[in-house]
T-cell receptor, first 115, second 117 residues
Framework: AQKITQTQPGMFVQEKEAVTLDCTYD???????LFWYKQPSSGEMIFLIYQGSYDEQNATEGRYSLNFQKARKSANLVISASQLGDSAMYFCAMREGWGAQKLVFGQGTRLTINP | DAGVIQSPRHEVTEMGQEVTLRCKPISGHNSLFWYRQTMMRGLELLIYFNNNVPIDDSGMPEDRFSAKMPNASFSTLKIQPSEPRDSAVYFCASSPGQGAHPNTEAFFGQGTRLTVV
């Protein structure tokens, strides 16, 4: 079964607009972490933000925030005031449980920011 | 810290040849992951280690693939014999392992772009 689902293969947004990238997950664990990574055209994987399953507040990191809806099992990434440099692939990932647990990724969303 | 170091960055080889990809994790990290990225299949977890021991190799596509971690600072992913369908970007990542909070992210290397012709 797919653990992480990203339903938007591609998105096009005007510069300076806010954008929401969707991510839903599937787990029976009570303790888990959700992550977002950015992969620009250069290919490296850049960690952006994480949300713990017990965190009551939505995570924020600069222009990035995570809209965490536990009951819906969704962890959407919100990018405010988008910039041309935000054009990249974005991956949602999940780690279940404690300790040495694997990090499983979704298929990704390709975000293109138009000037 | 230098981060996760992978070598080579690019590899072109002929079908049937043996290929060895190398990874040096971040010092102090107990978990190491090998991923493969292709357009068709996205980011697939091939295998991961904790304290140099393979924990889950269910993602290894077939017997042609093998991975080792002889010590805490080095891992290899070997493909023998290589085939054109093995062409992909292979990433190594590391994170704090045993006892680590599930919120601990994985740090990725720059990847190895493998082309099998």
């Amino acid at each position: 079964a797919q653990k992480i689902t990203q339903t938007q293969p591609g998105m096009f947004v005007q510069e300076k607009e806010a954008v929401t990238l969707d991510c839903t997950y599937d787990t029976s664990d009570q303790s888990y972490g959700l992550f977002w990574y950015k992969q620009p055209s250069s290919g490296e994987m850049i960690f952006l933000i994480y949300q713990g399953s017990y965190d009551e507040q939505n995570a924020t990191e600069g222009r990035y925030s995570l809209n965490f809806q536990k009951a819906r099992k969704s962890a959407n990434l919100v990018i405010s005031a988008s910039q041309l440099g935000d054009s990249a692939m974005y991956f949602c990932a999940m780690r279940e449980g404690w300790g040495a647990q694997k990090l499983v990724f979704g298929q990704g969303t390709r975000l293109t920011i138009n000037p | 810290d230098a981060g996760v170091i992978q070598s080579p960055r690019h590899e072109v080889t002929e079908m049937g040849q043996e290929v060895t990809l190398r990874c040096k994790p971040i010092s102090g990290h107990n978990s190491l992951f090998w991923y493969r990225q292709t357009m068709m299949r996205g980011l697939e977890l091939l295998i991961y280690f904790n304290n140099n021991v393979p924990i889950d190799d269910s993602g290894m596509p077939e017997d042609r693939f093998s991975a080792k971690m002889p010590n805490a600072s080095f891992s290899t992913l070997k493909i023998q014999p290589s085939e054109p369908r093995d062409s992909a970007v292979y990433f190594c990542a590391s994170s704090p392992g045993q006892g680590a909070h599930p919120n601990t992210e994985a740090f990725f290397g720059q990847g190895t772009r493998l082309t099998v012709v």
